[in-house]
């Protein structure tokens, strides 16, 4: 039997286990309610979490929280218990997936946050997953957050595509471009920038840009005005396009224009310059100021009046000096008063003068003359000329003249005109008077050559040969006297304008051949061979006068000829104005020199004094030529070589066309 001691001490144990297991069931107790807390502490942070966190086995999601709902595109939490993660992964980011649930099932692992694609109802979404694995009796457990960057994927692709087209638009920019940070380095270079300034972009970026770009003179005044702005964004040039130098890398300086803005960026103020090299537009104006200047000291220094008005007339944009000089007014009165200068222009020239100033502001060149009338009573010509100046599109914008005095110039014309009629009165009465006297020498002249062809005609009936010679003298003397008389009466006809042609119809080649015919015994005393070559035509013009024309050429030919030839050559010409009739009288002669050629068919020319008293004439024979030659609608013209020879072209129309002046 137990003793009393025994039982006393299976008391006491059995006390002291009912004790140890209640203490140690209080314990598990509060490690209990201990759980719970945190659990639920743990699942009020899942609820309140703007990620996504989903807490998965290998068989599939085993817990995940409202914001995973949103993420999965699922109506609620619940319905993504049991499913995978990868499942749910897009086409494009399969691969990856895989690698990452292999690297977390495999062994306690964090991973880092990795960018994937997911499908989110029918949707695809870009979604940033960090995850980690830990392991407990039934195997691996993953815990993953992810997080919904769909939209800042979107900003930042949108900040990328802005920023894009913020460097296309600054690199084709033709200006420069330039931003400068809170420490005064540069921070932005574009294309632009490097053609005008010359640095490359690697060369410019976070250099002091004062340093680089100021010249130096000018540095210290920049650079005191940088704590300024950078402390409070304001500064002189803020806000503001001013002319400025710039030094360019291989240390030339250039004018630019700078436009210069402020940039706020994390609190600090930036500098944000456009540059543009105005340089060629300096050198532009100051070659326009120096061209201004010539023309200043030229149009102050001639003795035109230079004069510029403003398309509407109402104003005078300059008149020179001149002007007070020839109207005796001052210029202050144009300026006032566009109007005044016409005060003074005399009464009878007024009307006409205030069309004619009134026509230039119709966009057309305009010249007239007219008198003025100074205020100490001189009267003045005036010679005005002036033109129009449009812009690229054709509008006036100026109207820009001359004017001058011809005051000698009127007062010669008149004297000239005067000494003009003078002289045709002269040549007048001297033609009446020459077609007078030869009238009245070819009368008793014919009575002398009727007389000594009868008394050789008499003397030779009854066989008195004693004076043949003497009279046939008489009568060359007499026949050579009647030509020339004949030619005077002509060009006396010529200028007097009473030459009265007989148009008929006649054949040319017959008329040539006769010519040549009687020019034979000429010809022959001159050893000269005469080859003709006509092409038959019959013209309508004076047969006679055309003779003339051809014996006077011809004649010549053969006179100035010796043991050479003459040619006669004649042909029909079609042109479109009409057809003519061209002979060319060609031969080997003495030929006749350029001086003389220029003044060959004038009155009374010999090619030399020489000339004349070797093969005599008076010189008129061609003069008249050439002048019928004109009155019938054709002309005479003349090609010479000295010691080589000559020729003629007498052109003729084949149809009548006389009647016309004769030019000179």
């Known amino acids: 039997m137990p003793t009393a001691f025994e039982h006393s001490m299976v008391f006491v144990l059995f006390v002291a286990v009912v004790g140890l297991v209640l203490s140690r069931k209080q314990s598990i107790e509060r490690v209990k309610r201990g759980a719970e807390k945190s659990e639920r502490r743990f699942r009020k942070l899942l609820e309140i979490s703007p990620d996504a966190i989903v807490v998965s086995r290998e068989s599939g999601i085993t817990m995940a929280n409202a914001a995973a709902a949103k993420v999965f595109g699922v109506a ?31 062994g306690p692992v964090q ?18 997953i960090a995850g980690a694995s830990y392991f407990d009796d039934e195997g691996a457990i993953v815990q993953a957050v992810i997080r919904d960057v769909t939209d800042r994927k979107r900003a930042e692709e949108a900040l990328r595509a802005s920023e894009a087209r913020v460097r296309a638009i600054t690199d084709s920019a033709q200006n420069a471009i330039i931003m400068m940070d809170s420490h005064g380095a540069i921070s932005h270079w574009n294309l632009a920038a490097q053609t005008i300034l010359g640095y490359r972009w690697e060369e410019a970026i976070g250099k002091d840009l004062h340093e680089l770009l100021v010249p130096e003179r000018f540095r210290q005044a920049h650079q005191a005005a940088i704590p300024e702005f950078l402390r409070s964004g304001r500064g002189n040039l803020v806000g503001k396009t001013v002319e400025l130098s710039a030094c360019r890398k291989d240390g030339t300086e250039i004018a630019v224009d700078l436009s210069l803005s402020r940039v706020g960026l994390k609190g600090e103020w930036h500098a944000l310059g456009i540059l543009r090299d105005i340089t060629p537009r300096k050198e532009a104006e100051q070659a326009l100021r120096d061209s201004e200047e010539k023309f200043r000291q030229l149009a102050e220094n001639i003795r035109e009046v230079f004069f510029v008005i403003a398309p509407d007339a109402g ?42 100033a009134a026509n230039r502001f119709r966009g057309e060149p305009s010249q007239f003359e007219y008198r003025i009338r100074t205020s100490n009573g001189q009267e003045k010509w005036i010679r005005s000329r002036s033109f129009p100046v449009h812009d ?16 000698e110039r009127k007062r010669h014309e008149q004297e000239l005109v005067k000494a003009r009629e003078d002289a045709e009165a002269a040549n007048r009465a001297k033609s009446v008077f020459l077609a007078t006297m030869s009238h ?32 046939q003298r008489i009568r060359r003397s007499g026949t050579h006297l009647l030509g020339l008389i004949s030619d005077i009466m002509d060009l006396s006809k010529i200028e007097a304008g009473k030459m009265e042609l ?17 020019l034979e015994p000429l010809a022959a005393k001159n050893r000269v061979a005469i080859r003709v070559a006509c092409e038959p035509v019959n013209l309508y013009a004076d047969r006679v006068r055309v003779g003339q024309c051809l014996f006077n050429l011809v004649g010549n030919a053969c006179k100035f000829t010796h043991d050479g030839k003459v040619s006669v050559e004649a042909k029909l010409e079609c042109g479109c104005i009409g057809d003519w009739y061209t002979v060319c009288v060609t031969d ?34 061609l003069a008249i030529s050439r002048r019928l030659s004109r009155l019938m609608g054709g002309d005479i013209t003349a090609e010479s070589v000295v010691g080589q020879g000559s020729t003629f072209t007498f052109r ?8 016309g002046t004769i030019s000179e």
Not at 316 to 343: H, K
Not at 393 to 403: P, Q
Not at 449 to 471: C, K, N, P, R, Y
């Open 76 to 106: 609620t939490s619940d319905a993504l218990i049991g499913r995978r993660l990868h499942d749910f992964m897009a086409p494009g980011s399969q691969a990856e997936s895989s690698r990452l649930r292999q690297a977390l099932f495999s």
């Open 440 to 471: 009245e020498l070819r009368t008793p002249l014919n009575a002398v050559l009727g007389f000594a062809e009868l008394l050789e005609v008499e003397m030779g009936d009854q066989g008195i040969h004693t004076w043949d010679s003497e009279i």
């Open 502 to 518: 007989k148009p008929e119809t006649f054949d040319a080649g017959a008329l040539i051949q006769e010519v040549v015919a009687n």
């Open 111 to 128: 991973v880092t946050p990795h960018d994937l694609r997911l499908l989110s109802g029918d949707r695809e979404i870009d979604v940033e």
């Open 652 to 659: 003729i129309p084949v149809g009548y066309a006389g009647g």
């Open 588 to 621: 080997t002669g003495i030929g006749i020199g350029p001086e003389d050629l220029r003044r060959l068919f004038s009155n009374f020319t010999q090619v030399d004094s020489s000339s004349a008293r070797k093969y005599g004439g008076t010189g008129l024979g």
């Open 315 to 356: 104003k005078t944009l300059y008149v020179s000096p001149a002007f007070e000089q020839i109207w005796g007014m001052s210029c202050d009165r144009i300026y006032q008063n566009p109007l005044a200068w016409q005060e003074a222009v005399h009464p009878e020239d007024l009307d006409r003068i205030r069309t004619s």
């Open 392 to 407: 690229d599109v054709g509008n006036l914008i100026r109207v820009v003249g001359i004017a001058e005095e011809v005051t």
